[in-house]
């Protein structure tokens, strides 16, 4: 059973909009057990992928961007099992202001799980502060991709932005504690006082595979080099125990979108390999035979 919950105005903490959705496998699907809305965030209605066994979701923001002083919360759980894919409705505009606006994310991954996060494209104006910080707190053979993008706003200069500070943050936590911290900061309070990362790929991306080992390096490898220098230039870490990270600068945010996309394909294709078991069953005449398991089981 599916519960929503949903509130028109902040309570008594402040907070500007928040949002909680849980999912839990039901047999062979993976359903939206409870969704719990505030404020400004909402989620769409979801839509089933993979033959109908895994969910899609669309965050919703209501206003006309990220306001100065502005809060808001996004829980995602993913219980045992449980596969999703979670998107945004609009891009992200960050307002002027000199107070700041936050955003706080934490995800919950279940053992065996699988979460594909699309990015939220964050646009900074001039004049504007933010900061962002993700925790993914992640137990044994749970994979997710998740993303963040940013470019600047179309008024500003090739080569500087104009933003106060915008920061975005990714950490990632395991059963033994912590394993990955992960940084984006522009703006003029940055260390790079307000200049642009490149002034000929004025959007940055950065993409973090969770769970993800070595096996995957060739297939990433050929992701990358059939990127043209021309649109994109991209780099690949692997980080033990965490998995890989990709950082990627292009000319328009499509490019990226493109590179995040090939890149989800890939890990989904792995966490089919992963969940494709080959279980022995006894025969009558006493030997062996073996059963299938498909990935979307």
């Known amino acids: 059973m599916s519960t929503t919950r949903c509130l028109s105005a902040p309570d008594e903490t402040g907070i500007t909009g928040s949002v909680a959705v849980e999912f839990c496998r039901r047999g062979e699907r993976t359903i939206v057990e409870r969704q719990q809305f505030l404020g400004l965030l909402r989620t769409s209605r979801p839509v089933y992928r993979c033959e109908g066994t ?3 979701v669309q965050l919703i923001h209501l206003g006309p961007g990220v306001i100065d002083g502005d809060d808001y919360e996004q829980r995602l759980t993913l219980g045992s ?10 891009y992200a505009k960050l307002l002027p202001g000199a107070v700041g606006a936050t955003q706080r994310t934490i995800i919950t991954l279940g053992s065996e799980s699988y979460l594909t996060m699309r990015p939220n494209v964050v646009i900074p104006y001039s004049h504007c502060t933010y900061t962002s910080v993700t925790d993914m707190y992640v137990e044994d053979g749970a994979r997710a991709i998740v993303a963040d993008v940013l470019t600047a706003e179309s008024s500003q200069g090739a080569t500087n932005l104009d933003c106060n500070l915008v920061s975005l943050t990714t950490r990632l936590f395991r059963a033994d504690g912590f394993v990955l911290r992960d940084c984006i900061q522009i703006g003029r309070h940055s260390l790079s006082r307000g200049h642009i990362w490149s002034s000929e790929f004025p959007v940055l991306g950065n993409v973090i595979l969770v769970g993800v080992g070595r096996r995957m390096e060739n297939a990433l490898h050929q992701v990358v080099e059939s990127i043209d220098p021309a649109k994109a230039q991209v780099g690949v870490s692997y980080l033990t125990g965490a998995g890989v990270v990709i950082r990627i600068m292009a ?10 996309e090939r890149a989800s394909h890939l890990l989904e294709a792995d966490v089919q390999r992963r969940r494709f078991e080959v279980e022995p069953v006894q025969s009558d005449g006493g030997s062996d035979k073996k059963s299938v398991k498909s990935a979307c089981d």
Not at 81 to 90: D, K, L, N, P, R
Not at 251 to 260: L, N, S
């Open 54 to 56: 895994c969910p899609e």
């Open 81 to 90: 099992g449980a596969m999703a894919v979670v998107g945004f409705q609009s």
């Open 251 to 260: 000319g328009r945010v499509q490019f990226v979108e493109q590179v995040i």
